[in-house]
């Protein structure tokens, strides 16, 4: 466990790992009670440097920072990678020391979900499409959970990443609807320097899967050079693309999609701002990438 | 509209009526803001002595009282009362101007549920039986209207009535399992002179059907005198209680239920503290009761 841990030594010490959700619930009511602005960085831990900026905003806009490091069980499908899912606390402590987070929330799921649990909160529309056609639990367990994290943290503001588009409108959509008092930030994707969207999956990649899956953003870029070009027929679009992909011999495209920014409805040709979104399994890993091409 | 009502002159003038959403939002922000304790009644309106002893209960125990008064469609079945249900806004101002109460909040349905609106909070377990059974869309309509207008208001405390009991069970629950930031209170049933429950649904009886609903609280109580009396088998008191409401020609039963007071599973021998509950059909007009036999 990291040194940074040691309870009774807050004041020095950050970021103050909470494992107990009660005792989170009424840290973060008294912060509020002290009129305390919390920002939340929901994670699933294995952080990167996507979850940093995430963090660092947070670290900027708020006096308080809270990172939940969970991996949820409940949006998992049986036969995804919940198990082998990596899990890296002592790490991500180590990074969230380095740029001032002041609690990690790394509960236990007996604790998030204990005996009796039986609560769903669903959001139709934009979770139906996409991720949702090809996770059909999914997005129930993203909300359901996402609502129990604001709830424990009294999050003013909470903090995602553009690399889940879809969770982050799902996100939206569920704060609008059930009128929930948190704000939803959504900052961009951080890339590695070859372009590689950050993901804490990546690591799932062999030395040549990695390399393969530069063609997702590669697509991506060669989207959004033909609309800036004038193109506006989608499947003229989704043609180029899938000839970038299938450059990569162990790519399997779940789904390319251009569609509307909010409620990502899809598009046959191209108006206004769009959003290009795909999933392409590498092999065994399945990995998601985005791009807005604003106009 | 009751004179309580003109803008401008909150500090003389109470209850101030919001109808937006965003309104109130931003009115309850503020009030947390101060660190003022927020108390919500929610209400379907048509306010009797029960709604009335809530909202004087949050008067006591809090700064603020926040008495909503929406008849929320979602928790209404087709062919279900909805478009008879008592509208009575004006008479509820002037009885809550009497008590003190500081804001009605009576939104419009549109505002509630604009175009789009797609959002469902299911929870399990306590909300499938009885009432669950007989109106299986009913508690997702309620725990949904609830948690968007424990959200709105951002109350510290909430205030249920007893008479609903398994209403109280389900929201507790949803409390409970998304670690909602709100504390709930079930106060006592208030009952007419004559032992009837207080309900907005009983100005829907004839005279005739009025006496006959009697027997509602009459066999609610003959099954506390018979537990009192050491009887444990739960046939044995539904029996007894059946054989008081048929004295009621109109009557008809749904249900007659002893179950534990927290989960509400049904007990076939009387064992701790017992919550007894029924809903009986008198003419067109449903009713329900309950009492709980503590031990």
């Known amino acids: 466990m990291a040194e940074a841990n040691v309870a009774g030594n807050e004041e020095e010490l950050k970021p103050y790992l909470v494992v107990d959700v009660k005792e989170m619930s009424k840290r973060a009511d008294a912060l509020r009670a002290q009129g305390k602005r919390i920002g939340l960085v929901p994670t699933m831990g294995a952080l990167h440097l996507g979850h940093l900026s995430l963090a660092i905003a947070a670290k900027n806009e708020c006096d308080v920072v809270i990172v939940s490091d969970f991996v949820n069980p409940t949006q998992f499908a049986p036969g995804e990678d919940y198990d082998k899912y990596p899990r890296t606390l002592d790490a991500d402590l180590t990074l969230l020391s380095q740029i001032g987070a002041d609690y990690v929330f790394a509960p236990k799921p007996s604790d998030m979900y204990p005996d009796g649990f039986d609560a769903k909160v669903h959001i139709g529309g934009v979770s139906q499409l996409l991720e949702g056609e090809f996770r059909p639990t999914h997005f129930d367990g993203v909300a359901t959970v996402v609502l ?105 495209i779940d789904y390319m999609h251009i569609g509307d920014p909010k409620s990502l409805l899809p598009l046959e040709r191209v108006a206004g701002n769009v959003v290009v979104l795909l999933a392409v399994r590498i092999g065994a890993t399945r990995l998601i990438d985005n791009r807005i091409v604003e106009r």
Chains 1, 2 share one sequence.
Do not use: C, H, W
């Open 148 to 252: 129990k994290l604001f709830n424990i943290s009294r999050a003013n503001v909470a903090y995602f990443g553009q690399k889940d588009y879809q969770q982050v409108q799902v996100v939206q959509k569920m704060v609008d609807d059930l009128n929930v008092p948190t704000t939803i930030e959504m900052l961009p994707i951080i890339r590695e320097p070859d372009g590689l969207a950050m993901s804490s999956r990546n690591q799932y990649l062999s030395s040549e899967e990695r390399k393969e899956a530069l063609v997702l953003n590669e697509a991506l870029a060669e989207a959004e050079t033909l609309i800036r070009g004038g193109e506006r027929d989608a499947n003229v679009i989704y043609a180029a693309m899938r000839a970038i992909i299938e450059r990569a011999p162990s790519a399997k």
